[in-house]
T-cell receptor
Framework: AQTVTQSQPEMSVQEAETVTLSCTYD???????LFWYKQPPSRQMILVIR??????QNATENRFSVNFQKAAKSFSLKISDSQLGDAAMYFC??????????FGTGTRLTIIP | DGGITQSPKYLFRKEGQNVTLSCEQN?????MYWYRQDPGQGLRLIYY???????QKGDIAEGYSVSREKKESFPLTVTSAQKNPTAFYLC?????????????FGPGTRLLVL
């Protein structure tokens, strides 16, 4: 079974600074997808970024980028130029096949004005 | 607007009562999912459906039931057999049954037991 670990329950960053959220996972498979989802106070899960395991290039979406280290099974999220609207719970998730997403326990990100 | 809707936003259940949570999507997605979220935890899969009139159990299906009579709709019933139903329930959908497709989520339903 796949597992996803987020070792930072809480993180904080000054507005306009950069923060990195950590995620590690465990799988014996080689072809899978990884995701970062954001859950603001409204509690809706919003897709931030996704990474295909077969791609060596790290995914980027505007201020959000990932550092995908397949051999180390690591998938960190970097948020640049942090904004107040980035405050939320961030969940790392693993997808194998077309069934369930396996989620980590989340990191609560606070933005300090 | 295209998207996933869930209703109601809040739902109260009395002891021994069955309640049904609604999930509708107009994205023309084939696959739909139900997840449960408890405080301090990630999401756990309850049921999923890849095609109309077919569905499979997830990791925590006991005490829940679903139906998929229409492509757009995937209602979840929380039965009296579910002893700890208080949680946040999220519905998701993905475009098709080919592998590894992104799942998109609805706004969720908060279920509370009276």
């Amino acid at each position: 079974a796949q597992t996803v670990t987020q070792s930072q329950p809480e993180m904080s960053v000054q507005e306009a600074e950069t923060v990195t959220l950590s995620c590690t996972y465990d799988t014996s498979e080689s072809d899978y997808y990884l995701f970062w989802y954001k859950q603001p106070p409204s509690r809706q899960m919003i897709l931030v970024i996704r990474q295909e395991a077969y791609k060596q290039q790290n995914a980027t979406e505007n201020r959000f980028s990932v550092n995908f280290q397949k051999a180390a099974k690591s998938f960190s999220l970097k948020i640049s130029d942090s904004q107040l609207g980035d405050a939320a719970m961030y969940f790392c998730a693993f997808l194998l096949g077309h069934e369930k997403l396996t989620f980590g326990t989340g990191t609560r990100l606070t933005i300090i004005p | 607007d295209g998207g996933i809707t869930q209703s109601p936003k809040y739902l109260f259940r009395k002891e021994g009562q069955n309640v049904t949570l609604s999930c509708e999507q107009n994205l023309n997605h084939d696959a739909m999912y139900w997840y449960r979220q408890d405080p301090g935890q990630g999401l756990r899969l309850i049921y999923y459906s890849q095609i109309v009139n077919d569905f499979q159990k997830g990791d925590i299906a006991e005490g829940y039931s679903v139906s998929r009579e229409k492509k757009e709709s995937f209602p979840l019933t929380v039965t009296s057999a579910q002893k700890n139903p208080t949680a946040f329930y999220l519905c998701a959908s993905s475009p098709g049954t080919s592998k590894q497709e992104t799942q998109y989520f609805g706004p969720g339903t908060r279920l509370l037991v009276l």
